[in-house]
T-cell receptor, first 113, second 114 residues
Framework: ELKVEQNPLFLSMQEGKNYTIYCNYS?????LYWYRQDPGKSLESLFV?????AVKQEGRLMASLDTKARLSTLHITAAVHDLSATYFC?????????????FGKGTRLHILP | NAGVTQTPKFQVLKTGQSMTLQCAQD?????MSWYRQDPGMGLRLIHY???????DQGEVPNGYNVSRSTTEDFPLRLLSAAPSQTSVYFC?????????????FGDGTRLSIL
């Protein structure tokens, strides 16, 4: 059964600093998604990672996928207050003949001015 | 283009009542899913569907039923509401269950069971 773990679950950081959020998963997968959620709002897609070694970047956010290590990272460069949100990773279990998409518990990011 | 539409946005029920949360998408997406979001628990998959006429259970299916008679609609039924089902419910859809696109989420239904 696919399990998805994110860490840290909560992160408070200063503007201008760099940090990384980690997403580990328990079974083979070749599809991983990152989403952002603002308080009281729905989820919006950030990145789709579809193969080992995939790297995607948008502004101050960069996501990567290592399928051998079953690990994805979301790196924040020179954080700004507008990036304060909850970030979720989600993993597709399709390689195991299961069509579930399972989410981690989320990382609540608070960026201090 | 409306995307994924969930109704109602808010609902209060009494224990034992039943109700249906509606979800409709206008993007001709094959894959649809229901999640519940509780504080500290992330999103947990309730049920999902890979196409009309096909549904399957997710991580937390007990107490919920779904059906998928059309591509557009994927209603979630609470059979006999319990306080433990107080949550925010999100419906999502994507073009294909093995595709390269992310899921699109509705705005959510905030459900309280008294």
């Amino acid at each position: 059964e696919l399990k998805v773990e994110q860490n840290p679950l909560f992160l408070s950081m200063q503007e201008g600093k760099n940090y990384t959020i980690y997403c580990n998963y328990s079974t083979t997968s070749d599809r991983l998604y990152w989403y952002r959620q603002d308080p009281g709002k729905s989820l919006e897609s950030l990145f789709v990672l579809l193969s080992n070694g995939a790297v995607k970047q948008e502004g101050r956010l960069m996501a990567s996928l290592d399928t051998k290590a079953r690990l994805s990272t979301l790196h924040i460069t020179a954080a700004v207050h507008d990036l304060s949100a909850t970030y979720f990773c989600a993993v597709d279990d399709g390689m195991n003949r299961d069509d579930k998409i399972i989410f981690g518990k989320g990382t609540r990011l608070h960026i201090l001015p | 283009n409306a995307g994924v539409t969930q109704t109602p946005k808010f609902q209060v029920l009494k224990t034992g009542q039943s109700m249906t949360l509606q979800c409709a998408q206008d993007m001709n997406h094959e894959y649809m899913s229901w999640y519940r979001q509780d504080p500290g628990m992330g999103l947990r998959l309730i049920h999902y569907s890979v196409g009309a006429g096909i549904t399957d259970q997710g991580e937390v299916p007990n107490g919920y039923n779904v059906s998928r008679s059309t591509t557009e609609d994927f209603p979630l039924r609470l059979l006999s509401a319990a306080p433990s089902q107080t949550s925010v419910y999100f419906c999502a859809s994507s073009y294909s269950h093995r595709g390269r696109q992310p899921q699109h989420f509705g705005d959510g239904t905030r459900l309280s069971i008294l």
